[in-house]
Structures are given as structure tokens and as C-alpha cells.
């Protein structure tokens, strides 16, 4: 039904072909194993070793590119759905965990399955992609990014220097809010200065990087979901593929009052046009953008409340591990990698790191002030009484916000 999850690839002269299967060209991959009689523990490293073989079988040249087994124990089944990165992104889980739970629904109760109608292929986005990266609309950001480009960042401090970056030297420490604490961050905590969760996110780690650094300028890769409204006509609301858009952002920390900094962050991921999906394009289709290869050492990614979404009256996620998902020889892009989520109601914040170029105290510490800055924040935002605007809420992201305070002093002069 999902057109992308028959893609295979290719190399040709040195590039690489994306192409669909037929539907009659795709054989399904599905096992049921039999686990009754194992212990917990014993289950554990059995299905880690089940997981790990099924991801890493998934071939990118023959397909399929989605592969599943159902794991059968004393205590309930656990399934596990492995699909390559490349034909799918978070928005399209979402897709397919919804349309698996409806054909569950039709199928326990006999019916036919039929899925909503598919919208847009991903062939359809792409070739408009092509024609859009033409446009005078997009050529227009070229020189936003070549600003960004430009900016010369604050270094992030090594405990030692490393030749390489792979997957194999990774480790990762987790924070992680309580119940409370996560509650005020997706709600009360935006009236104030009418933030998005990532203002808020990115205020507490550009303070912590500001600490950590002692610099002003933080470079940071963020992570969109892509599918912004840019191209008339095509619809890819529920369109499964990997749509993401990665872009870079300078966050100016040199503000000190917590108020201005939370007001500048916000300004600040406001002028990103389109929400960053033009870098890319920009990037791969004109060489018009990063072409100086600027990369920051840093990336980040708020993946959502992904587990209240994944939750149902027929299934719900398991605890069981769920395969190594990436090659151990990759190459690990960044010094730290953050990665955000909502996971039985609590904020929880991931951080990997090179073990060869730190010392895990010392990403312990950056995690815990991390934590302590964004507590910072959530309690200066829930105590704060009144609402404070920025040019962004009123569509003059033009104006700065020393420009933006005298108005408001001259209409409360006027109302007087």
C-alpha cells in the first residue's frame, strides 16, 4: 500500500538509483519464533541476538526494506517491525502504526482491510523537489544560509582528540524530568513568551553550551520533519518515506537575563525560513548552500511523545531490545548527539558521545546542567504572570527586540 517500503538502491556509474518494486516483486519477510520456557534473562539475549540478525539482514539492493518477526513467550507477544531509515522517518511510523492498528481492528473482526487512501508518492515529491530548487522563491534563502555558513562557532572542549568518529566507540548518558516537570513543559511553560517546545529545549542547551564553552555562538544541527507546505498541490500528509530536513542554526546566547534569552531563541529558530527544509535542497540540488561544509559538532533532535502514539488497546511498546540499527562501523557525525522524547510521561534527553574523545563524567556533568537550566527555565516561565511578545507574533520578524520593546513604551504612554 506504502509505495516506499518497496524502494530498492542501486549503484550506476558511481550513483546511486532509487527505484519502486512492483507489488507482485515484493515477497513478504515475516517469522514467528517460539521463545515459551525461557526466563527473562534468557529472553533478553535471545531476542537481542533474533534483533540484531533481522536488522542488520535488510538489503538495500534486493529488498524488501521492512522485515518482521513475532517473538512468542509465556508472558505475551512482542512484535518487531525493522524498516531501513531510508524509507522512513518519525512521521511515517506514525502512518503505518496508525494503518497497522485499524487492519488489526478489520482483521480480528473478519472484515476486509483497507487502508485511507494514500496521498502523494514520494516520486511525486522528489521530482516537484527538482523544480522547486529553481525557484526564485527558494533562491532567495541562498543568502540567509551563506550567513550561517559564515558564522564562526563556539568549539565544543574535548577531553582528547580522535582521528575518527564510528558507531562502535559510542556511548550515551540520559536525564531525564519527572512527571511534573514534563507536564509544565508541554503546557503552562509556552503562556508567557508563546513558545514551542524546541524554544524552550534549545534555550537550556544553548545555555549549558554557553557555560560549557565560554562562547557566545552555538552551532547546532536540528532536524525537521520536511514536509512543510512549500509545493502547491502535492499533498504528503500521509505519504510513508524519509522526508526529514537537517539544517544548521547559530544560537546568539549573549543575552545573560533568562528572559532574553528564551525571547532571542525563539527569534532566533523563527527566522529559519520554511523550518530549515530549504538548506538541503539548496545544498544537493545548487551547491548554493553549505558549500563550505559547515557542520556543527552538535545536533539535535525532539522526537515527540512517540510512546503515547505507539500505546493502543491491541499493543503498546515493548521493553525488549530492539536490534542494533546501525552499522558499528558507520561514522558517528557529531561530538554530541541529543535526542529528546516523551516516555511514560516523562522528558527523557539522550546524549551520545565518542568514548575516545570523552570521559563519561564529563557528559554526565553537561547533562546535569542541562537539566539544571532547563528546570531554570520551566520554573522562571511557570512563576512569570504576564505575556511578553516578540516580533515573530506579529509578523515582523524584521524588527529587533530593542526596537520591538519601544513600541510597546510608546503605547503604554498613549494609553495613559
Known sequence: HHDALRMVYREENGDIIQSYKRIDECEVSFEIVDLYGSD?????????????????????????????????????????????????????WRILLEDFASGYVQAENEEKIVFPQ???SFKDWAEELAAFSQSAHLLQQAEYWAQIDAEEVSAVPKDAETEERIVKHTSSVICELNEEDTKHLLTDVHQPYGTEINDILLSALGLTMKEWTDGVKIGINLEGHGREDIIPNVNISRTVG???????????????????????????????????????ILRYFTEQAGAQGFTPEISFNYLGQFDSEVKTDFFEPSAFD???????????????????????????????????EYERATVEAQMERFKENLLLIIRHCTEKEDKEFTPSDFSAGDLEMDEMGDIFDMLEENLK
Not at 252 to 265: L, P, Q, Y
Not at 329 to 355: D, K, T
Open 40 to 92: 527473562e534473562d534468557m529472553l533478553k539475549s535471545q531476542i537481542k541476538v533474533l534483533a540484531d540478525s533481522l536488522q542488520s539482514s535488510l538489503d538495500l539492493q534486493n529488498g524488501p526494506l521492512l522485515k518482521g518477526e513475532l517473538y512468542r513467550t509465556e508472558a505475551g507477544d512482542h512484535l518487531l517491525i525493522a524498516v531501513h531509515h531510508l524509507v522512513v522517518d518519525g512521521v511515517s
Open 242 to 280: 524519509w522526508f526529514t530536513a537537517q539544517y544548521p542554526v547559530v544560537l546568539d546566547m549573549s543575552e545573560t537575563d533568562v528572559s532574553a534569552v528564551i525571547k532571542a531563541v525563539k527569534e532566533n529558530l523563527r527566522r529559519v525560513p520554511d523550518k530549515g527544509v530549504g538548506y538541503g
Open 322 to 356: 530492539m536490534g542494533r540499527q546501525v552499522s558499528e562501523e558507520s561514522e558517528a557525525l557529531y561530538a554530541l548527539s541529543f535526542s529528546g522524547m516523551i516516555r511514560n510521561g516523562r522528558f527523557v534527553l539522550s546524549c551520545s558521545y565518542n568514548e575516545k
Open 118 to 120: 494514500k496521498t502523494n
